[in-house]
Every structure is written in C-alpha cells, then in structure tokens.
C-alpha cells in the first residue's frame, strides 16, 4: 500500500516546495497591498482620504514610514518569489505554464485592490476620459481647461500638454468616466481591469508565440508575466501600456500564423491605445508575406498592411472626430524632458551642464539630441527591415522596438516591458542575457519603489528624504542578501555569469 502510493504523490507534486514559493509571493503582494495604503496615490476628493485608517497611515509620518518599509520588503518578496520560481521550474517541462499561470493569478490579486503605486497615470486618463465628455480635443488641450481637475488627482504634467494615448483609448476613457459618474476610486478600478486584460492577453499569447519560436512557453511567461516589475506596473499602476503590449503581443502572434488581415486590426487596436507600436506595423507586414516572400511580394503586403491600418485609423477618427491627431503627437510630443536613467537623458544633461558652465545658450540641446536619436532609431529599423532572416524577424522586431526606447531622451521602468515579451519569445540565453534581465529588473524595483510614491505637501520637507533613504537601503541590502547571501539564490547570478561566452574564453585562454 504505501510503495504503490508513492508515485501518486510524487506525481501530484512535481515541484517539491512549489506552494510555499507560491504563498511566499502572494505574502509580498500582500504586503505591497497594505504599503500602497499609506504611499499610493489617491485623488483629493476620494471618501477614503477622511476614513480614520488612511487617515494615520497617509497623514502621520510613523504610518508613511512603515507604509513606505511594507511596500519596499513586499517588492523583494514578491522578487525572490520569482526568482525561486525559475529555480524549481527549471526544467519548464509541460506543466510548468500552469504553475506560471497560477503565480501570475495569486501574486495579482492582492494589487488588484491596490492604491495606485509607482505612477499616477490613471488620474490623468480619467482627466482625459472628462475631456471628450465635455467635447474637448485632448490632443489639443490639456486638462487644465476642466474644473476641479487637480484635485481628481492628475499630475501637473499633463496641465498644458496634449494626450500622447491613441484614440480607441480615448473612447475607452469616455466609456468608464460615463459609467463611474464622479467616483474617482471606482474609476482606477475600472481602469485596473482594463490593464489586467492586456496582462491576461500576455499570459495567452506569450507561451503561444514563444513555441512558434522553439522556446520554453512556460520560460517565456515566467521571464514577462510572473516577472513582478510587470506585475506591480501593469497591475498595481494599472498602466495603458498593459493593454498596449497585450494587444501587440496578440498580433505578433496573429502574423506568425499568417492571419495578416487580423494581425493588422490587432495592431491597430494597439495603436489606438499608445502609438509607439507603430513601429511593429512594417514587421507585420513582412511576417505574413512568408518566409520564402520575393520582395515585391513584400512590398505588396507592406502596401496591404498600410492599407488596412489606414482604413481602421480613418474610420476611428472619422467616428470620434478626432481623425489624426495622435499622430501629430506622436510626431511633437514635448513628453517630460529628460530622465537621468535614459543614455539621451544622460547626454543631454551633460552637455547643458557644459554649456551653462561657459554661460553659453543650452536650450537647443534637448531637441537637437532628441531629433538626432529619433534617426537612429529610424534608421535601425529600416536596417532591420531589409537586412536578416525571417527566422530572426520577431527578434529584429524587439532589436527595433528597443532601439526607439533606448534612443529617446526620457526611459521610464515600464518602457523595458514593451520589450521584454519579444525577446523572451525568441529566447533569452542563460547567461549575460538572463544576467542582464535580472540586475535591470532588480535596479528598476529599487528605483520605484523609492521614487514613485505619495507623501502629503506637509510632510515631503522633513519626511521625503527620509523614507526614500529607507526604502534605498531596504532595496540594497535585499539584493546585496539576495545576489550573494541567500543559501537559495545566491548561485543565480554566478551561474549564469560563468556560462557567459567571453568568460569562458577568459578561462581557456
């Protein structure tokens, strides 16, 4: 009896110590949930910010301060959690997506009821959602020709400036700003599900498109979707770019299959929400002509994508009043400067640093920096375009989307998971290339959760500097005992380190 129960157990547990990995994320999630209540953001006329728990958790620095410590440990948490994850899966044999699949349902819900954290993005769609409800052209004004508009918590950013969001998510905005009426709470609810659907689209289509590629699904789903910066950008800040990336990762997938027409409506769809997937379109078009495509066949089906996608943005213009307008922004959107985290950023603060050290005129720099890394970029992806096999398309596709991302003068943390599914579906190597996904991710987690949080006007003088201090030095003594002290995980880095090519002809040599 108890030999010929063995194998059932050993069957019914396939990955020894799967759950605890499971629970241990779902208790960092959890702890990024009760963080968010003293750091997230909420609008000024939310009913919550006069409930006495918010009250001392939000207004009383001994609240913010362990609000601001939960949050920072459950991020690290829910990170090693990961990390275990990719240790007891590594085989990623048949029912490994299942385990990537349930990780992803468990380690969400706890921020599907989360403040806003890491950004306030979705004040500013709700700002924008008032702005066709009122017949106004959010490509044209800003949110500060709506009454009340700060205090529906939208950031000052976006005052003056134009949306750079496509118009399906113009629409989309007006739809949950009809249905909510002035609840502001409900309102990031609404737009949390909205996200969670393009979180779902990549959970689907990832390990499909990763196994038209000769990769691991479950690896790929792992590597993007249980990946807890996207978890906490894509659902705890119910960002549009989910939706945006969902969608694109949908019509990749499509053109593989040669479902071209339905690729191109996929895409557009994209497109309507965040038009930097533009730069997908011309790899679409190439995708469904086939591999063994001459050229001018190719350039006929560039010419029948540019067609389609053309018809399905006249239509949605025509329909919303709107016509091109995004199109206008994506071409001149001024954006927010420059971030000190972007090479462009860096460069352009370098240089105007010079400059005004001599006392010499420096206003030209940033656009004269832009102007130049918008050609780069360009001129990668027409180089990609033309040049490789078809084999490597998805792959050149990423190479492209990345060189728009790396060549720009601002790089925000969620702009790395545009790309990520794309060069997780084509593969990743176990080596610098894992290296290099794990210290970014790593660095990225740090960042927000230091930077990206709310602490009242009265408080910021004398509070801001201190927790931002504890949360960076949560953050370095976790990955420091992560990388190098953890009896777990302390073999990650070094073993992918030494599976690095140059390393090991360092050693031979």
């Given at each position: 009896m108890v030999s010929a129960s063995k194998p059932e157990v050993l069957e019914s547990q396939p990955y020894p110590g799967v759950n605890k990995t499971l629970l241990s994320g779902i208790v960092g999630s959890s702890m990024i949930l009760f963080g968010s209540f003293?750091?997230?953001?909420?609008a000024s006329v939310s009913p919550l910010n006069r409930d006495p728990?918010?009250?001392?958790?939000?207004?009383?620095?001994?609240?913010?301060?362990i609000s601001v410590i939960l949050l920072a440990l459950g991020c690290w948490l829910l990170f090693r959690a990961w990390w275990r994850l990719g240790q007891k899966l590594n085989s990623w044999d048949e029912g490994s997506l299942k385990i990537v699949r349930r990780a992803v349902w468990l380690w969400s819900i706890p921020m599907l009821i989360a403040l806003p954290i890491m950004s306030r993005d979705v004040f500013a769609y709700i700002g924008q959602g008032r702005l066709v409800d009122a017949g106004q052209d959010p490509y044209v004004d800003g949110i500060s020709s709506l009454n009340n508009w700060f205090q529906l918590g939208a950031d000052t950013m976006w005052a003056q400036d134009g949306t750079p969001y496509g118009p399906l998510f113009l629409t989309i905005e007006f739809i949950v700003v009809n249905i909510v009426g002035g609840s502001t709470d409900v309102a990031v609810l609404a737009f949390r599900g909205i996200a969670l659907i393009g979180v779902l689209l990549c959970l689907r289509y990832v390990p499909k498109l990763a196994e038209l590629h000769s990769v691991s699904g479950a690896k790929a789903a792992w590597m993007t979707v249980a990946n807890p910066l996207f978890l906490v950008n894509f659902v705890a800040s119910a960002h549009n770019d989910a939706l945006m990336v969902g969608?694109?990762?949908?019509?990749?997938y499509l053109a593989c299959k040669?479902?071209?027409f339905w690729a191109i409506v996929v895409l557009a769809a994209s497109i309507g929400v965040k038009p930097i997937t533009l730069v997908l379109l011309p790899f679409i078009g190439l995708l469904w002509a086939g591999p063994t495509a001459s050229w001018p066949r190719r350039i006929l089906y560039w010419a029948y994508s540019g067609t389609i996608f053309l018809a399905l943005m006249t239509l949605v213009g025509w329909m919303n009043g709107y016509w091109f307008g995004w199109l206008d922004v994506l071409l001149n959107y001024k954006g927010v400067g420059v971030s000190i985290i972007a090479p462009l950023g860096m460069l352009t603060v370098g240089l105007s640093g010079i400059f005004n050290s001599f006392g010499l005129e420096s206003g030209w720099v940033l656009p004269v920096v832009k102007s130049g890394g918008q050609l780069l970029a360009v001129g990668l992806a027409i180089v990609l375009m033309f040049r490789g096999k078809y084999s490597h398309l998805v792959q050149r596709m990423g190479i492209a989307y990345a060189g728009i991302v790396v060549l720009s003068p601002v790089i925000q943390p969620w702009y790395l998971l545009w790309l990520l599914p794309f060069f997780a579906v084509t593969g990743l190597r176990d080596d610098w290339q894992m290296l290099w996904l794990h210290l970014t991710t790593i660095f990225f987690l740090a960042y927000q959760a230091a930077d990206q949080i709310f602490v009242w006007q009265f408080l910021q003088e004398s509070l801001v500097p201190r927790v931002q201090l504890i949360s960076w030095s949560i953050s370095i003594i976790c990955a420091l005992y992560l990388i190098f002290l953890d009896p777990k995980t302390k073999t990650i880095c070094p073993e992918l380190l030494s599976s690095t090519n140059w390393l090991k002809k360092k050693k031979k040599a």
């Open positions: 003293g750091t997230g953001w909420l728990f918010f009250i001392m958790v939000r207004t009383e620095a001994t609240g913010v301060t969608l694109s990762v949908w019509a990749v040669r479902h071209g």
